[in-house]
Structures are given as structure tokens and as C-alpha cells.
């Protein structure tokens, strides 16, 4: 029979393929990709000089014009942006859009201080769509999958950009939104659910309610993928998770200020992430000196919209911490592959004098195979003494009364940890379920010290 309708008429096709219209763009030659690049940034710049005044009077400090955009390279020319401009401008301030253009508010989670706003425009939403579909479809899922977000709804863009990304696709989805895991475990199990998409940390939380309920993954759902993001994790958690549940744990990477999560998605051929570079035009920089870096060196991730009207971002400062690899992926696409973004240099703690990232931390502490993927840092200071202790549970299997046996695995933790840090924490070995979960972004770091 015709259908009724075609508004999504070729979905029964493989449309992880270079011959698919949602993916087909993942594969453009690396010319053609940057000539539109070049296209868009021009564009971009116009725009913004003309409807944001705060980017027009930077430019004008710095004696830029939009015509002196060349070549790519000339961005460098551009002013950075920050997340306080943001704030110093909320809550509309860098809305380039019209109040009639725009259809969208999203506000950051305020992970690292009061939120800030971004308005969307109708082009907007469907440019941030477009970037959920292809991370989608490049994890393998397709219009049979039954998709629950578990991320939440709402001013966080988790929820509703996983929400149009599946539905784009014409996945099922099934809004369960944060919390009440009870019910999200049933669901999960009931409606064969075949993909989950929610914090890592959320995923944990879902792990133990399971095992509460009885239920294995394996055997009694249907679930084979994970799409998880919003908040660092290393690979040695995307194993854990994998040798726990029998999924896939793909990584989906975005943030609020360039869109939401779809910005850059994992594949299955690099422990990377594909970046969606005809939308969102990456630069690494040092974060010190400013200055643009080589890919293959790590820095601070800056991105450049180059598609999107409401908010257009210019050479927006991310915080993020990764490199750009120089080699071509082998599954063929085009796009730029950054690294796993272990971390944010607003989470950097210095420990007695030396830098420490959570992420560290994490991979020395899951590289002990009895330790469970559940850890709390926890920094307090006496008189003139920094005190440095992690929490960590371990596994129901690997918990006892031996003293010896527990006093012989705090050790192998404290060595794991210590080769990769070079710091010596005091180790707490904690019961199975102890430590606090998280239905949305989790803080694992309580930093007590005094500020000096
Ligand atoms: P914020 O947390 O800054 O309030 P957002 O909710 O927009 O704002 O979150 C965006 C941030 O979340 C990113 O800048 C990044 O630090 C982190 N993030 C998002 N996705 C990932 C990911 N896949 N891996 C690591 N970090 C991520
Ligand atoms: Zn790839």
C-alpha cells in the first residue's frame, strides 16, 4: 500500500551508508567538506557581525571584518567566546535570532555555576536533530530499535535531543526521562527496549535496580545499546559497563552552548568521536597561550556553529580537554575524530602540587577487576595537611571478612592508582550499594579543602 505520508521515506534502507540521505554528509570528501565549511563560516560571520553586538564590538577591537575571512585558517583572526559571556549577557544577550525566529530555550545544567541561556530557532532544532540522527545511526540503530531516553526532559538538552534524534530516525521512543528507575527497569524489560540513552552514572544506578529486580540483562531484556554522555567517562568504564550488561556503550558528546548532545558520536572503528564538521567547526588551542594547535595535539576543545542562527557560537571556549586525530578513521568517514573527552579543566584538581584528573583516578581504580565502577575523591585539609582518600566499592563477588583479603585488595587498588597518578590516596574499601547514585549527572569529587 502507499503511504499515507513520506515524511520519513527511507528509513527501511541501511542508513548507516554513504548513499543515505542521513548519512551521506558523514562522507564527503574532505574538500568538498571544506569548501562548505568555508561557505557556512563566512556566512556565520556576516550574521553574528550584524545581530550580535558584543561579537561586533570584540571585532572591532581587534580590527577584524567580516570580508578578512579567507580561508579557514583566518578564523583565528575571530575573538574567542566564553561560557561568562554568556553569563554577563544572560539571559539573551547573544541571540541573534528574532523573538519570531526563535522557538526554543535550553539552559545548561549549571554543572559549574549559575545557567545559562540559549535560544534555538526552528533551524536550529532540526541542525541539532540531524547531528543525534547521524550518532544514531552510526551506533547501528535503526527504525526497528525501541529507544528509551533517560536523560532528563526539560532545560537540559539531554532528554529532548536524544528524544528528536530517535524519533528522526523513526526509532520508538519510550520518554521515561530521569528517575524513578523502578518503573524504568520494567519498562526497559516490558516494551523490549533495544537502546538506552542517560548519563553513565544513570546506567549504574539502572544496573543495580536490575540486579534488585532479579533481572539480567542479558538474558531477559532485549537492550544491546548504550548511549552514554553529558559527563566524563573513561574507557575503562565504557568496559565495565560492556562486560556487566552484554551491550554496546556507545559515547555521545555535546553541549547546550553548540547545540546538545549530537555534536560528535563514537564509532565502532576508534575510541573516538566522529565531530559533525559541517555544522560544528572544531579548533584545539592551548589553553594557556590561546593559539591554535595541530591536530594530534591535546588542548582545550573550541567550537565554531557554523549552521545554526539562534545562538550562532563563535569560536566558542568548551573547557573540554581532548586532541584531534590526524588519521582518517577506517570506517570511512570524513569527519575530524576527537578523543574521548576524559575530562574538563574546570574538574583539574591540584593534590599536593600536582594536577589530577577524576578521569585518572577512574582508570586506575577499574583497572582492578574486583573494584566496582562506584568511587568517591574526597579532599579535606587539617592545619597545614591536604587529605586525599578515595572510596571505592567493590564487587558483591570480591566483598568478605577476611581481613587479609581485604587488606591484600586495598593494596592493589592503592598501586593502581598511584602508577597512574603518582599520588599516594588513603583507599577505603566500602560495601557493595554503599556510595550515593545519580539520576542525572553525578558529582563524585567533595572537595572540603580550605581555600587559600
Ligand atoms: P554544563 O554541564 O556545563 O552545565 P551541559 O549540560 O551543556 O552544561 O553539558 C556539557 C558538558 O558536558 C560538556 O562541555 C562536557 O564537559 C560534558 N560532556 C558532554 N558529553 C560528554 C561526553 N560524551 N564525554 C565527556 N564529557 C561530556
Ligand atoms: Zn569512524
Known amino acids: 500500500m502507499e503511504p499515507l505520508n513520506s515524511l520519513y521515506p527511507v528509513l527501511a534502507q541501511d542508513v548507516n551508508s554513504p548513499t543515505h540521505p542521513v548519512s551521506a554528509m558523514d562522507y564527503l570528501p574532505k574538500e568538498k567538506l571544506r569548501e562548505l565549511q568555508l561557505h ?74 549559575k545557567p545559562i541561556c540559549i535560544p534555538n530557532t526552528l533551524a536550529d532544532i532540526s541542525v541539532w536533530q540531524n547531528g543525534a540522527m547521524r550518532c544514531l545511526a552510526m551506533y547501528g540503530i535503526r527504525a526497528s530499535d525501541v529507544l528509551q531516553v533517560s536523560y532528563g526532559y526539560g532545560l537540559f538538552t539531554g532528554g529532548l535531543g536524544l528524544h528528536y534524534g530517535g524519533e528522526g530516525l523513526g526509532c520508538a521512543v519510550l520518554p521515561t526521562s530521569g528517575g524513578n528507575t523502578e518503573r524504568q527497569v520494567m519498562l526497559m524489560r516490558d516494551l523490549g527496549v533495544t537502546a538506552i540513552a542517560c548519563t553513565p552514572s544513570y546506567f549504574l544506578r539502572i544496573i543495580d535496580e536490575a540486579k534488585r529486580q532479579g533481572i539480567d540483562f542479558r538474558k531477559d531484556t532485549k537492550l544491546k545499546h548504550g548511549i552514554f554522555g553529558a559527563e566524563p567517562w573513561t574507557t575503562e568504564m565504557r568496559e565495565a559497563i560492556e562486560r556487566e550488561t552484554g551491550i554496546i556503550a556507545h559515547d555521545i558528546y555535546g553541549l547546550t552552548e553548540i547545540a546538545g548532545p549530537g555534536v560528535a558520536g563514537s564509532c565502532q572503528h576508534s575510541n573516538g568521536l566522529h565531530i559533525w564538521e559541517d555544522h560544528f567547526y572544531p579548533e584545539i588551542i592551548d589553553p594557556d597561550t590561546l593559539e591554535p594547535l595541530p591536530d594530534g595535539e591535546q588542548g582545550e576543545l573550541v567550537f565554531t556553529t557554523i549552521s545554526r542562527t539562534g545562538t550562532p557560537m563563535i569560536r566558542y571556549r568548551t573547557r573540554d580537554l581532548t586532541k584531534l586525530r590526524v588519521e582518517t578513521c577506517q570506517c570511512g568517514r570524513t569527519m575530524r575524530v576527537m578523543d574521548r573527552i576524559c575530562a574538563r579543566s574546570d574538574d583539574m584538581l591540584i593534590i599536593h602540587g600536582v594536577n589530577v584528573f577524576p578521569g585518572q583516578i577512574e582508570a586506575g581504580l577499574l583497572r582492578v577487576p574486583e573494584v566496582a565502577p562506584h568511587y568517591q575523591i574526597l579532599l579535606s585539609s587539617t592545619d597545614d595537611l591536604d587529605l586525599f582518600e578515595i572510596k571505592v566499592e567493590i564487587t558483591p563477588e570480591a566483598f568478605s571478612d577476611s581481613v587479609r583479603h581485604m587488606e591484600n585488595l586495598r593494596r592493589r587498588v592503592f598501586d593502581a592508582v598511584k602508577t597512574i597518578i603518582g599520588l599516594s590516596p588513603r583507599i577505603i574499601l566500602v560495601e557493595p550499594g554503599s556510595l550515593p547514585r545519580s539520576e542525572g549527572k553525578i558529582r563524585r569529587v567533595i572537595d572540603n579543602r580550605k581555600k587559600s
Open 40 to 113: 557556512r563560516l563566512k556566512w556565520t560571520v556576516n550574521y553574528a557581525y550584524e545581530r550580535v553586538p558584543l561579537f561586533r564590538s570584540r571585532c572591532q577591537e581587534l580590527g577584524v571584518k567580516p570580508e578578512h575571512i579567507k580561508t579557514l585558517s583566518d578564523i583565528k583572526l575571530l575573538p574567542f567566546s566564553k561560557k561568562t559571556d554568556l553569563r554577563d549577557e544572560y539571559p539573551m544577550g547573544l541571540r541573534a535570532a528574532t523573538m519570531d525566529e526563535t522557538v526554543r530555550f535550553h539552559c545548561s545544567s549549571g554543572t559549574t555555576g
